[in-house]
């Protein structure tokens, strides 16, 4: 009978959806199988289909200084692949900037085979005449490229080991071309198709490391167990000999985001010293790191605050009032720098990346940098300043601190997100507001920051059901972003992340939707069965590893969440300032029994049991004695059981929007105004355009053209692309104004202009912003009419690249003696002192006649990095709206 009844657990299905199944003691998907040996031992033969048909044609286009700059957005360079006798495959001579013969029609069916060497021979002869006559390049984007400023020349591409990665190509060295004759022509040797060990899973897991100090997990289902014990033992991997967690095998380092969310869901009860000593290394001047991001860090990303939930939930487990004490000063500087910087007269609603996607080209549209990406309104990165501030509040409370006034502040963003950032008709919120002087909704959805706004309160009762039943799923679990964006590989894009399917599956338990539960339980069990490790991320189309631009073996915030699968679902924990409430969430697949021993809790050691299945709770009790609250007191000491008897029924079976994994069409390109008209290239399947005038719908056309107004005041255009089932991206917007209406006012004739030798700036010069020159720059202007404007500043930073690092400048406006804002001067490129661009745009009410602007360095406008906060200032702009 006990045989029996083990083969019965092992044979139960648990999932079935169209390409793969998930059994309580196997995972099968094609011809490839996982199976479970024992609760420490699991076999997998699972390999990528991209290790076996590796395709013969290719796509690829050349980069300056690594940048998507030397053919237009989404035209590349074509070839179909042939190698010679000697398996070498020799291109034909490329020349710089020009799209050669598209061999797209040559039906390529064929397959390369491993180690094939890809012969490259590029003529940058007009790059280097240009260099030498004019002193830069102009691309067909309109950028310039400084012979100053040049690095080099890179490729990228389709196929492996290229990428599309532009945004970290400048720091792969072995995608770089050489010219070491100086005739410019260039040459490159790629090998195709390289056998990399890391492109193959491991076929086999057994217990490596002592896990016995963690919690013990005995249950029905011998998957679930393994899974269990896998994610513990890779946990013990991932502390280092200092006491902090590592972010993955891959990634060595505290990195702040990635340890909060995984405190959240899993280490603030399975490892809170580790956890504390991991969120104290993310303190520096009593603030929180925003270790990288976009641009130059903080203020670009702006998602630090999750630490301050991580924190808490600390807090929560362990009861430490030392701790409390240490944790609220650092939360409350941290909070009131972002209130001054992220906020302004707009709306309630913080500004900065979305949070953790923080990968440009990834989730935003081509043409925002990281200027334009420290504007944008996203979904998650405010459910995270809501939950702070609440937080926050709380906190203020609790340590007699009458200055509270955060509270006020997070009913306001809340108001601000369900009201700019809900979608009605589609029954969800969208991804971001986006723009520069006007904004516009970007209708994806976003994946972590759905389940955080369930999560976290923002969404009333109504909104958390439309969220969960109706957010976009696909087979192998929800994606980060949905509709994909066309062109960008998967990593952010086009891919699923287990740590925010485990959020989403929270969200989905918490509040009653068996089918988001049932669904996301496989998603998560699935990879991590398949792979025998907790990857980093995966394809959204296939749920292969092989193909995102970036992966890792046991991801810190992966193990998290597939060991928060246990604790917060199938025992349902919710840890309060007072105890532990229970909610247990049991899937009839997965009925049984869960038992978990040596789960330790401030002075207790407790086992807990949960029996059968079902979302409510038929019977609760504390050491043999009935409990009608479901709750254990923190306040008790010694060895204690919880057992909890399933209703054995689902009252809310729920549902999901599961849908087939989508593309949305791409973006107009070389939107400009050619005399009346405004002009884009055609997008192919487009079915007609439409045309935005400020943010709002001006004409909808089949053509490629439309005739607009000319005004006094600024108007910003913008095209979007409508397809059969999507839209694309808004266009980069185009300005029309008469010149005539536009105030300049240069740099050097209010400071001293620099001595540096840089090229490219208006009038005589520019004038250097650092921590000692120029702290202080008073502007005196003449506008002719009293109403609203816009202001921004000409500016270079070439202190790091626009993608990471940590030295964005930083300056405060105020203008007539009120502030104004800040001006975000994001990094533009290392060593890029002769890339111009624009600050973010601030809007002011201006008065007829002169006034006066002060650009300042203020204390809350220190940055990430403390020692560099540098820009060349070229010329301050002012426009009226």
Not at 87 to 102: N, R, S, Y
Not at 180 to 190: H, S
Not at 464 to 482: H, M
Request: glycine fraction near 8%; aromatic fraction near 12%; include cysteine.
């Amino acid at each position: 009978m006990i045989l029996l009844a083990g083969c019965h657990r092992g044979n139960r299905l648990l999932y079935k959806a169209e390409n793969y199944k998930v059994y309580g003691n196997r995972v099968v998907q094609g011809k490839y199988k996982a199976k479970v040996i024992s609760p420490t031992k699991m076999t997998s033969d699972y390999q990528s289909p991209a290790n076996e048909n590796f395709p013969n044609f290719i796509e690829f286009k050349f980069a300056v200084n690594g940048k998507d700059n030397e053919l237009p957005v989404g035209v590349n360079h074509t070839f179909l692949l042939t190698p010679d006798k000697k398996g070498v495959v020799k291109l034909p001579m490329i020349e710089f900037g020009q799209k050669g013969k598209d061999e797209t029609q040559s039906n390529p069916t064929g397959n390369l085979s491993a180690n094939t060497k890809m012969e490259i021979r590029l003529d940058a002869r007009n790059l280097m005449k240009d260099f030498n006559e004019k002193g830069f390049h102009e691309f067909s984007n309109g950028s310039r490229i400084y012979k100053d400023d040049f690095k080099g020349i890179f490729i990228a591409g389709n196929l492996s080991p290229l990428s599309w990665d532009f945004d970290n190509l400048a720091t792969r060295k072995q995608f770089q071309l050489t010219d070491p004759d100086g005739d410019g022509i260039y040459t490159i040797t790629v090998v195709m198709n390289p056998y990399e060990p890391e492109n193959f899973t491991a076929k086999k897991w057994s217990l490596k490391n002592d896990i016995s100090r963690y919690p013990q997990l005995h249950s029905d289902i011998p998957l679930v167990d393994a899974m269990y014990n896998l994610s513990l033992d890779e946990t013990v991997k991932d502390i280092e000999s200092d006491g902090t967690f590592r972010t993955g095998e891959s990634w060595p380092g505290v990195w702040t985001r990635d340890v909060s969310y995984s405190i959240i869901l899993a280490y603030a009860y399975l490892e809170p010293e580790v956890a504390k000593t991991s969120l104290m290394r993310k303190v520096k001047n009593g603030r929180i790191i925003q270790d990288t991001g976009t641009g130059g860090a903080w203020p670009v990303s702006s998602d630090r605050s999750i630490w301050a939930t991580a924190a808490w939930e600390i807090y929560k487990v362990t009861g430490d009032q030392e701790w409390l004490k240490a944790i609220y000063p650092i939360i409350k500087n941290s909070v009131d720098d972002d209130i001054k910087t992220l906020l302004n007269n707009r709306n309630h609603l913080m500004m900065g990346e979305s949070s953790f996607l923080d990968w440009r080209k990834q989730t935003y549209p081509i043409w925002m940098n990281g200027v334009d990406i420290s504007q944008s309104r996203c979904l998650g990165t405010n459910a995270v300043h809501y939950h702070t501030l609440t937080l926050l509040s709380r906190m203020a409370t609790m340590m007699g601190d009458t200055t509270n006034r955060y509270e006020q502040l997070a009913d306001s963003i809340k108001a601000d997100m369900n009201s700019q950032l809900w979608i009605p008709e589609r029954g969800y919120y969208g991804q971001y507001l986006y723009g520069r002087n006007n904004f516009s909704l970007s209708t994806r959805s976003e994946a972590l920051g759905e389940a955080l706004s369930v999560l976290f309160g923002v969404a009333d009762t109504a909104r958390v059901r439309s969220v969960l039943e109706k957010t976009p799923v696909v087979e192998y679990g929800i994606p980060t972003i949905y509709p994909q964006i066309p062109g960008i590989p998967p990593y952010h894009n086009n891919s699923i992340w287990p740590f925010v399917q485990a959020y989403w599956n929270w969200a989905n338990a918490r509040f009653g939707n068996m089918a988001g539960v049932e669904q996301g339980l496989a998603a998560l069990y699935r990879p991590a069965a398949l792979f025998l490790t907790n990857k980093e991320n995966m394809v959204a189309g296939n749920g292969d590893f092989r193909d995102t631009q970036v992966n890792s073996n046991r991801q810190l915030w992966s193990i998290a969440g597939n060991l928060a699968m246990v604790y917060r679902i199938f025992l349902g924990m919710n840890f309060q300032v007072d105890g532990i409430k229970f909610t247990p969430v049991v899937p009839k697949a997965y009925r049984g029994s869960f038992d978990v021993s040596n789960f330790r809790y401030r002075n207790m050691d407790l086992s807990i049991k949960v029996k059968g299945f079902g979302d409510e709770i038929s019977h609760f009790s504390i050491d043999g004695k009935d409990s009608k609250e479901h709750f254990l007191p923190g306040n008790l000491s010694g060895k204690h059981q919880v057992v909890i008897e399933m209703n054995n029924k689902i009252q809310h079976e729920g549902r999901i929007n599961l849908v087939t994994n989508r593309f949305s069409p791409a973006a107009p390109t070389q939107v400009k105004l050619n005399g009346e008209y405004l002009t884009w290239r055609p997008v192919k399947g487009a079915d007609s355009y439409t045309v935005y005038r400020n943010g709002k719908f001006f004409q909808m056309v089949s053509d490629t053209s439309v005739r607009i107004p000319l005004t006094t005041r600024l108007a910003e255009y913008q095209v979007e692309t409508r397809g059969k089932a999507d839209n694309s991206f808004l266009s980069h917007p185009v300005d029309v104004i008469s010149p005539r209406r536009v105030v300049k006012v240069e740099a050097e004739a209010v400071a001293s202009k620099s001595s540096l030798d840089y090229h490219g700036y208006s009038g005589n010069g520019f004038v250097e912003l650092t921590k000692s020159k120029n702290r202080k720059l008073v502007f005196h202007f003449t506008v002719n009419h009293t109403g609203k404007y816009t202001i921004d500043f000409s500016y270079s930073n070439g202190s790091g690249p626009d993608n990471t690092d940590n030295k964005c400048a930083i300056r405060s406006v105020n203008v007539d003696n009120y502030f104004a804002g800040v001006a975000v001067f994001a990094q533009r490129g290392k060593d890029e002192w002769s890339n111009w661009g624009w600050s973010n745009p601030i809007q002011v009410e201006l008065k007829a006649g002169k006034n006066t602007l002060t650009l300042s360095l203020e204390d809350f406008n220190e940055n990430m990095n403390g020692e560099v906060n540098k820009a060349m200032l070229d010329y301050m702009r002012v426009r009226p709206l």
